[in-house]
């Protein structure tokens, strides 16, 4: 596509529920990054997925949250467990080869858990 | 230490003027770095990147990076209160991860 999709735009969920997120990159665009940004806050990173290469996890902040990509292309980010510090907007981003030309964003996914 | 530092702001400058935005990284391995500027309510947008020492200039923005003060810096000339955005700066920390700041809140003023 011709930017980074991100769905749903929003979502409340109770507490205690399991949300997923779903990021669809440019196309052509091997990498993909979760970041998650509360009021307030800057932009904490999460996970990270380069071509077939086994993800960076070292960001995801507690064994409740798990990211998954599929073919290379769409990528799931799940939340078990809701809890309310969970509440952020959570961005994807992807990049092209050559990480000098930086990230191009989604609009991101606003979590409000409740 | 905090990897990536920005004065918070706000920043608060007339229509016309030049604003000054700064940032210190402590990793002297840094490769590149990034400027992006985030409305309200919005995600980010990259507008700039150096990874050479000096200044690059796009239109109304200049970049200027410092990797013996491990310092970059971005000025806008002839601020617009469409300027009006955190500005968030990106260092590349020796891999395909940005490390960002928390942001500088810039108002320009008509």
């Known amino acids: 596509g011709a930017g980074v999709s991100q769905s749903p735009s929003n979502k409340v969920t109770e507490k205690g529920k399991d949300v997923e997120l779903r990021c669809d990159p440019i196309s052509g665009h091997t990498a993909l990054y979760w970041y998650r940004q509360s009021l307030g806050q800057g932009l904490e990173f999460l996970i990270y997925?380069?071509?077939?290469?086994?993800?960076?996890k070292s960001g995801l902040p507690s064994d409740r949250f798990s990211a998954e990509r599929t073919g290379g292309s769409v990528s799931t980010l799940t939340i078990q467990r809701t809890q309310q510090e969970d509440s952020a907007v959570y961005l994807c981003?992807?990049?092209?080869?050559?990480?000098?030309?930086?990230?191009?964003f989604g609009s991101g996914t606003r979590l409000t858990v409740v | 230490q905090k990897e990536v530092e920005q004065n918070s702001g706000p920043l608060s400058v007339p229509e016309g003027a030049i604003a000054s935005l700064n940032c210190t990284y402590s990793d002297r391995g840094s490769q590149s770095f990034f400027w992006y500027r985030q409305y309200s309510g919005k995600s980010p947008e990259l507008i700039m990147f150096?990874?050479?020492?000096g200044d690059k200039e796009d239109g109304r923005f200049t970049a200027q990076l410092n990797k013996a003060s491990q310092y970059v810096s971005l000025l806008i000339r002839d601020s617009q209160p469409s300027d009006s955005a955190t500005y968030l700066c990106?260092?590349?920390?020796?891999?395909?991860?940005?490390?960002f700041g928390k942001g500088t809140l810039l108002t320009v003023n008509p």
């Open positions: 981003a992807s990049s092209s080869p050559g990480a000098n030309y930086g990230y191009t």
């Open positions: 990106a260092v590349n920390l020796r891999n395909y991860k940005l490390t």
């Open positions: 150096i990874y050479s020492n």
């Open positions: 997925f380069q071509g077939n290469s086994a993800p960076d």
